[in-house]
């Protein structure tokens, strides 16, 4: 009898020391591939971001304004990338449509406005204050 735990959670668990941190940053980069290639959303926040981190970077305010303005920015794409996983999980269990998978897809959408939100509120003060 296999007493090792990581196999009754799951039979792709097993990898560790540096080899499991190679195959994670390699699935990251799957998981950013397959985000950009499917997801409009990802794409076109992924381009906001490819625009607004480089102003961030050459506007003559302080290191801390600059993290904060950066950080807003890539949590955003942190959010997306988490409502597009929730949203292909929903989609793999069925494409039925039912009160809890829209629910839980809105809810992701909901997360994702908050997050633009904060890009709106921290550049803002960043910038006028």
């Known amino acids: 009898?296999?007493?090792d735990p990581r196999v009754e959670e799951s039979p792709f668990k097993g990898a560790t020391g540096l080899r499991r941190i190679w195959?994670?940053?390699n699935y990251s980069l799957s998981g950013l591939h397959a985000a950009y290639l499917n997801e409009d959303a990802f794409r076109q926040?992924?381009?906001l971001a490819a625009l607004l981190i480089?102003?961030?970077?050459l506007l003559p305010i302080s290191g801390i304004g600059k993290a904060?303005?950066?950080?807003s920015v890539l949590l955003v794409l942190i959010v997306e990338l988490l409502n597009s996983a929730i949203e292909a999980a929903i989609d793999r269990i069925s494409l039925d449509r039912h009160r809890l998978?829209?629910?839980a897809k809105d809810i992701g959408s909901a997360a994702v406005l908050i997050a633009l939100i904060n890009v709106l509120a921290t550049w803002s003060l960043v910038l006028f204050s």
Do not use: C, V, Y
């Open 1 to 3: 009898m296999n007493t």
């Open 23 to 25: 195959n994670a940053f």
């Open 45 to 47: 926040e992924s381009l």
């Open 54 to 57: 480089p102003i961030a970077l």
């Open 68 to 71: 904060l303005m950066i950080a």
């Open 101 to 103: 998978s829209k629910r």
